[in-house]
């Protein structure tokens, strides 16, 4: 029986007060297999629950009589200033949850000046996002073999004006998701990746009943190595950051390739499931670090106080990615702004009750473990 699915919303009702709240109003707006897509993670799902348990083991000192002069969230990121240590994650396929899909969450960040990272499958062109974009713009990347391609693919980037290439490195393939497969999920028409029309596709072979169904079917052979981060960093025209690393090991290799930043990533707990939450290994792969490079993390963020705590274990900066998701699909670019909007403010709210003037101020002395 299908489900009938509501129009986006013209205003924000009053009782939305958090980012959870824009849940049961994006599931209405979207196809049963479409939440699947974006609300689903891989398998049992223990990863995606962790992300989100993860933050509550640690708790924050609140501070007494704190003198506060000038108080702010400014940064500066890929020598790009910003207003908050917030952006917007790369997500793929956005029209499956609001008809303009990317050109609506580009416009409700750069209505809060937001950094937004477009994924390589955005259902919209590279160049059309960057058309709409009144905020810097990053690109996500999926490696690709075809190297005419994809240094074609790479100036056209530069020349719409992106300012950093991110590849993930930590989906060699896709991670078995159960919901979706329940679901059903399918592209519909008229929704596709659009800026990879046109590149080499290889196909899976597959062998007969009782062969091996992923070994033996050629896909790992187009997974992207170590060597090929190397020559993507040294045949960019833009910083190459990585998107994906877990393991202190992973980081100190990237930093020896030369990448111009790390993000601690579990996919959104879409791939592995079973691997930590990604802020219990962040603190890890900071230590190896020592602020050669910048380091973000993404998965579980839902709150400010979540922020907090990812900045205190030592991220520059965060990424979100489902709620901004929930916040199109209920109401299109102004509920993208709203995500932001709440969450900076509850940001704030967190820095000045534990006594944070700026965000030199946070450091793991904040914390305690819960």
């Not at 899909?101 to 062109?125: C, K, N, R």
């Not at 993390?297 to 205190?312: C, F, N, S």
Request: glycine share 10%; net charge negative; proline share 6%.
């Amino acid at each position: 029986m299908s489900q009938e699915r509501l129009p986006p919303l013209s205003s924000i009702p009053a009782q939305i007060a958090c980012l959870r709240d824009y849940e049961p109003y994006a599931r209405q707006r979207m196809r049963a297999q479409d939440w699947a897509y974006f609300s689903a993670g891989a398998a049992d799902e223990l990863t995606l629950k962790d992300n989100l348990a993860s933050f509550g083991r640690w708790g924050l000192w609140p501070a007494a009589l704190s003198t506060f002069d000038q108080p702010s969230t400014c940064l500066t990121l890929q020598g790009q200033s910003m207003d908050y240590p917030i952006l917007l994650a790369p997500v793929a396929y956005q029209r499956l949850a609001h008809p303009d899909g990317e050109l609506a969450s580009v416009l409700g960040a750069g209505a809060m000046g937001a950094t937004s990272v477009i994924s390589m499958q955005s259902s919209h062109s590279f160049e059309e996002i960057a058309a709409q974009a009144h905020a810097p713009l990053w690109a996500q990347w999926y490696w690709q073999r075809d190297r005419a391609f994809t240094l074609n693919l790479l100036g056209r980037l530069e020349a719409a004006g992106y300012t950093a290439l991110m590849l993930t490195v930590d989906a060699a393939v896709n991670g078995v998701r159960n919901q979706e497969q329940r679901a059903g999920f399918a592209l519909p028409a008229g929704v596709d990746a659009v800026n990879l029309r046109g590149a080499p596709t290889q196909q899976a072979v597959l062998g007969a009943a009782g062969t091996s169904p992923l070994f033996g079917s050629g896909l790992l052979d187009t997974a992207p190595t170590w060597d090929d981060l190397a020559w993507l960093v040294q045949n960019c025209p833009l910083p190459v950051w990585v998107k994906g690393i877990m393991r202190p090991r992973d980081a100190q290799r990237a930093l020896e390739m030369g990448v111009a930043g790390i993000v601690v990533s579990n996919h959104g707990g879409r791939t592995l499931d079973g691997a930590p939450a990604s802020v219990d290994v962040l603190a890890q792969v900071c230590q190896v670090v020592q602020g050669r490079v910048p380091v973000l993390m993404d998965g579980g963020i839902r709150r400010g106080t979540d922020v907090l705590k990812a900045l205190a274990l030592g991220a520059t900066a965060v990424m979100i990615g489902r709620p901004y998701i929930y916040g199109l699909a209920a109401a299109g670019a102004a509920g993208v702004a709203h995500i932001l909007h709440i969450l900076r403010a509850e940001l704030e709210v967190a820095m000045a009750l534990t006594g944070c003037n700026t965000l030199a101020d946070i450091g793991p002395e904040l914390l305690y473990r819960s």
